[in-house]
Each structure stands twice: as C-alpha cells, then as structure tokens.
C-alpha cells in the first residue's frame, strides 16, 4: 500500500515510525513532513488544507490511503472533499467527515453533543457578543474559578481559566467584543470547572465498533511543578496509573459507547481517532472536550506501547471491518520529554542547529519543529524533539527519557525533568 500522511509533528512522526514498520506499507509519503520523518518515508511540500494539491498528487502516486494527523484539514472537510470527488472517492480517509470534525471545531457543538446523548461533562452556556450582557450576568450566577473557552479553533490557546470575576469579566469582554482569538471566539463556552485530575483517552473506530488505544497523561505547563505559561504540551506519560480497570469500565460504558452510539443515532458518518479529554474526579469521569485526532505529545506515549500492525488497524477502520482486527498493547511505561526553543510559548527564535539526536541511548526521537538546511537538522518551530523512552517502570522510562534528552543540544533548548513525577 502506498500511504499519505498529512502533518509535520511529533505525532506525525510517531506514525511514520509506526507506518513503516508493517508488512502492509510499500511507500510511505509525509506532507510537509519535518527534518525526521524523511527517514521513514518521503517528504512532500504540500500543506495539509491544499486539497487540490494532495488530490493531484495521490491521482499521481497510486495513494491507497490517506492519515490525517491535525485537525484543520478535517475541520476544513477534507474527508468530504474527497467522498464527493469520482477519482477519489474510494480513496480511504483516516479522520471524520467535516460533521463529526464539529466535535473539536466548535466547543459549543461538542458540548450539545453530549447534553443531547447524556455524557457526563461541566455544566455550560455559550455567548456572542450580542448576548456579552448576559454572559456577564451568567458569570456573576457561577462559583469561581470559572472557565472561558473559544468556540472555534484556536491553535490550543482558547481556554483560560479566572480565578476572579474581575478577571473572567475582563477576558469575555477581550474574547467576544476584542476578538481575543480571533474569530474562534466569535463565541465563547462558559463553563463550570472541574477539580480533579486530567487524563485521555484514546479510541479508534470504523462507525460501528471501536477500539481503546492506551491512554494517556500529558504535561501542558512550561514550568516544572506545572507552574508557567500554557503550552501545546511539554510530555506525556502512558498508561496512567489512576486509570485502574474500574475506572476505565467506567469511561467505556459512560461514555465511549454513549458517544459511539451518539454518532450512529446523530447520523455522522465516524472514521478515524476520537481523543476524549477527561477529568477524573473522585473516581468519576467527566469529558473536557473532544478532540477528532491524536493528541501531541501523547501520540508520542501511545504508538510506542502499540504492539500490533497499526496499518492493519487503519485498513480496518477504512474496510469498516475494524472488531475483526487484533490490538496488543504492550505492558511497558512510555515517558516522553519535549525539548523546546527558548522563550517558548511566547516569542522564540528557529534556525537553531540541533546536535546530539544520534546520542541517544534507550529513547526515541520524534521529530516536531525541525527541517533540514544543507543536510543540517535545525529548528523550525516551538516544540522541537519529544524524547520518549518505553520501559518496564514509570521511574525508569522518566529517567531514561531525561537523561536522553540532555543528549541533545541546540541554543536555547529546554525541558522539563519532572514528567510524570506526579504519579511516582
């Protein structure tokens, strides 16, 4: 088969890795790629929403499946873009049509997704500006601290949570009459805060069976101790150990099936990664949000621990035959690690000259904010290389993935040293 994988992450990165390692896979092509994932495949320059483009170039490659790894090209209708095309219809597409892709495109959506199938979630009400009064009068209503997220997509940066209502008052006032986020936050979701602990959960599903990939815990502070600014992800760690076999029955019959099920009676045609968000509390589970893809940097701890061909996973999900395949996860710890430029989340500086990558010693490099310049590897991006290590303990696999990422060099880099310490 000849596979196009759509992204330039670290959670591309994983894939490519995982792809190239099945029998299944004859060519593997990565648009755009990034410095690592050339390695596995071949890179292609075409962005991921450059539908014309990725449809002439898998008329020309003989494509036999397309994955893909962000969610603005499913947000954008990628996968109906192709079903409605005669050339490529029978092109399969890993990842919903634009309907389901609403459930991470639109928090307010999501949210009367799960009201309407009875998930349990975070009491909520969505504004516009034309409602911006009653919003504030809502948030005098609600115990604080209160949480304010963008309707629409916004890069990871949509949610904030005030711990006054100075501050959340201030903030609605930015999102819906400043256009804080732009035009993500043309509405804006108040919502009630959830106390408790994150974790997520992965599931794969052909839009009748499903199966539940390894879950996973990640780290979005910059600061150790989760202290700082918010960022797309400074590592992740899998399984999680709260996440006992009690715990997960009762996220499966609570609120996987609800939400498979939910899809089937809403008539939304489901292929692809559903990423649920959760917050244990007491026990308890809660959806945050849904998400249409795999997360980054828990892709990073995921795919390591898959031990079955994932190609054959996808060939199920795209032949809808996806109960009659295998899934083996393996019982080992993965601890991932980013390493990132300096001055990040904010304002960072790229075309740093990356070292050391082949000093690793029991980790994994996945490739997030990379390219290459002169067959030199350099950064292009925030979040740079996740380092992950897949051991028999959490200790060790931490251990081993800080101690390989200290291995790499480039000026400015950073990491945290403490992922997963929480747990230990």
């Given at each position: 088969?000849?596979?196009?994988?759509?992204?330039?992450?670290?959670?591309?990165?994983?894939?490519?890795?995982?792809?190239?390692?099945?029998?299944?896979?004859?060519?593997?092509?990565?648009?755009?790629?990034?410095?690592?994932?050339?390695?596995?495949?071949?890179?292609?320059?075409?962005?991921?929403?450059?539908?014309?483009?990725?449809?002439?170039?898998?008329?020309?490659?003989?494509?036999?499946?397309?994955?893909?790894?962000?969610?603005?090209?499913?947000?954008?209708?990628?996968?109906?873009?192709?079903?409605?095309?005669?050339?490529?219809?029978?092109?399969?597409?890993?990842?919903?049509?634009?309907?389901?892709?609403?459930?991470?495109?639109?928090?307010?959506?999501?949210?009367?997704?799960?009201?309407?199938?009875?998930?349990?979630?975070?009491?909520?009400?969505?504004?516009?500006?034309?409602?911006?009064?009653?919003?504030?009068?809502?948030?005098?209503?609600?115990?604080?601290?209160?949480?304010?997220?963008?309707?629409?997509?916004?890069?990871?940066?949509?949610?904030?949570?005030?711990?006054?209502?100075?501050?959340?008052?201030?903030?609605?006032?930015?999102?819906?009459?400043?256009?804080?986020?732009?035009?993500?936050?043309?509405?804006?979701?108040?919502?009630?805060?959830?106390?408790?602990?994150?974790?997520?959960?992965?599931?794969?599903?052909?839009?009748?069976?499903?199966?539940?990939?390894?879950?996973?815990?990640?780290?979005?502070?910059?600061?150790?101790?989760?202290?700082?600014?918010?960022?797309?992800?400074?590592?992740?760690?899998?399984?999680?150990?709260?996440?006992?076999?009690?715990?997960?029955?009762?996220?499966?019959?609570?609120?996987?099936?609800?939400?498979?099920?939910?899809?089937?009676?809403?008539?939304?045609?489901?292929?692809?990664?559903?990423?649920?968000?959760?917050?244990?509390?007491?026990?308890?589970?809660?959806?945050?949000?849904?998400?249409?893809?795999?997360?980054?940097?828990?892709?990073?701890?995921?795919?390591?621990?898959?031990?079955?061909?994932?190609?054959?996973?996808?060939?199920?999900?795209?032949?809808?035959?996806?109960?009659?395949?295998?899934?083996?996860?393996?019982?080992?710890t993965a601890a991932t690690v980013?390493?990132?430029?300096?001055?990040?989340?904010?304002?960072?500086?790229?075309?740093?000259?990356?070292?050391?990558?082949?000093?690793?010693?029991?980790?994994?490099?996945?490739h997030a904010g990379t390219t290459?310049?002169?067959?030199?590897?350099?950064?292009?991006?925030?979040?740079?290389?996740?380092?992950?290590?897949?051991?028999?303990?959490?200790?060790?696999?931490?251990?081993?993935?800080?101690?390989?990422?200290?291995?790499?060099?480039?000026d400015g880099r950073y990491f945290?040293?403490?992922?997963?310490?929480?747990?230990?």
């Amino acid at each position: 088969m000849n596979i196009l994988l759509l992204g330039s992450g670290g959670r591309e990165s994983a894939f490519a890795w995982k792809i190239t390692q099945s029998p299944l896979c004859s060519e593997l092509f990565i648009a755009p790629g990034n410095a690592g994932t050339g390695a596995y495949g071949q890179n292609v320059n075409l962005q991921p929403t450059d539908f014309e483009g990725i449809r002439e170039f898998v008329l020309n490659n003989d494509i036999n499946m397309v994955l893909v790894g962000p969610e603005e090209p499913l947000v954008k209708g990628i996968h109906d873009f192709f079903l409605a095309d005669a050339e490529l219809k029978a092109i399969p597409v890993i990842g919903p049509q634009q309907e389901g892709a609403k459930l991470e495109g639109s928090k307010e959506y999501s949210k009367a997704f799960m009201r309407r199938h009875f998930i349990p979630t975070a009491a909520s009400a969505t504004f516009t500006v034309n409602s911006l009064n009653e919003g504030l009068d809502y948030l005098e209503t609600h115990k604080l601290p209160i949480v304010l997220k963008a309707d629409g997509l916004a890069a990871g940066k949509g949610v904030l949570i005030c711990q006054t209502l100075e501050e959340a008052q201030t903030e609605l006032i930015a999102m819906l009459q400043d256009a804080k986020f732009g035009e993500a936050s043309s509405k804006v979701v108040i919502e009630e805060f959830l106390d408790g602990i994150e974790l997520s959960v992965f599931v794969l599903t052909d839009g009748h069976s499903y199966k539940i990939l390894p879950e996973a815990k990640d780290y979005k502070k910059i600061g150790e101790a989760d202290t700082g600014l918010n960022t797309g992800g400074m590592g992740s760690i899998s399984p999680v150990s709260f996440a006992d076999e009690a715990f997960m029955l009762k996220v499966e019959n609570d609120i996987i099936k609800p939400t498979i099920y939910g899809l089937k009676i809403d008539q939304i045609h489901y292929k692809g990664f559903l990423f649920i968000g959760l917050m244990n509390i007491d026990g308890e589970p809660f959806v945050i949000e849904y998400n249409v893809r795999m997360g980054d940097p828990e892709t990073e701890s995921v795919i390591p621990r898959i031990e079955s061909d994932f190609l054959d996973l996808l060939l199920g999900v795209a032949n809808e035959n996806l109960a009659e395949k295998e899934l083996v996860i393996s019982k080992k710890t993965a601890a991932t690690v980013m390493l990132v430029s300096g001055g990040y989340p904010g304002e960072y500086i790229s075309g740093k000259t990356i070292s050391g990558i082949e000093n690793l010693r029991g980790s994994l490099a996945f490739h997030a904010g990379t390219t290459l310049e002169d067959n030199i590897v350099k950064t292009s991006g925030g979040r740079v290389l996740a380092v992950t290590s897949l051991q028999d303990t959490l200790f060790n696999a931490v251990q081993q993935a800080v101690a390989d990422a200290g291995r790499i060099y480039f000026d400015g880099r950073y990491f945290r040293t403490d992922i997963g310490f929480d747990l230990l």
